[in-house]
Nanobody, 124 residues
């Protein structure tokens, strides 16, 4: 069983930056692809970014390319999401999740373990 704990969320002004972390338990972290999703109030959960098991492939929502960067440190069982030039519309709860295929995907159906989420609020 994998447990995921997100951290790093908070309140930031528009134009600012945050770095989210997702720490995973278990020995299989390095075999999983990891994804970040977000859900704003009253909206459906949406894909943010994903990274393959090795970190060699990354994927982003088209609207976020250039502002967000996903990375991972398999030695630390941690995946990161660096968010720059934040906008009020980035306000949401951000979740990390594991993809056992190791490949990474924008489809939430392939992810089998989810964290509890961390709140990101961007003020204008």
């Amino acid at each position: 069983q994998v447990q995921l704990v997100e951290s790093g969320g908070g309140l930031v002004q528009a134009g600012g930056s945050l770095r989210l972390s997702c720490a995973a338990s278990g020995r299989l972290f390095s075999s999983y692809a990891m994804g970040w999703f977000r859900q704003a109030p009253g909206k459906e959960r949406e894909f943010v970014a994903a990274i393959s098991w090795s970190g060699g492939s990354t994927y982003y929502a088209d609207s976020l390319k250039g502002r967000f960067t996903i990375s991972r440190d398999n030695a630390k069982n941690t995946v990161y999401l660096q968010m720059n030039s934040l906008k009020p519309e980035d306000t949401a709860v951000y979740y990390c999740a594991t993809d056992p295929s190791g490949l990474g995907s924008s489809l939430d159906l392939v992810y089998d373990h989810w964290g509890q989420g961390t709140q990101v609020t961007v003020s204008s």
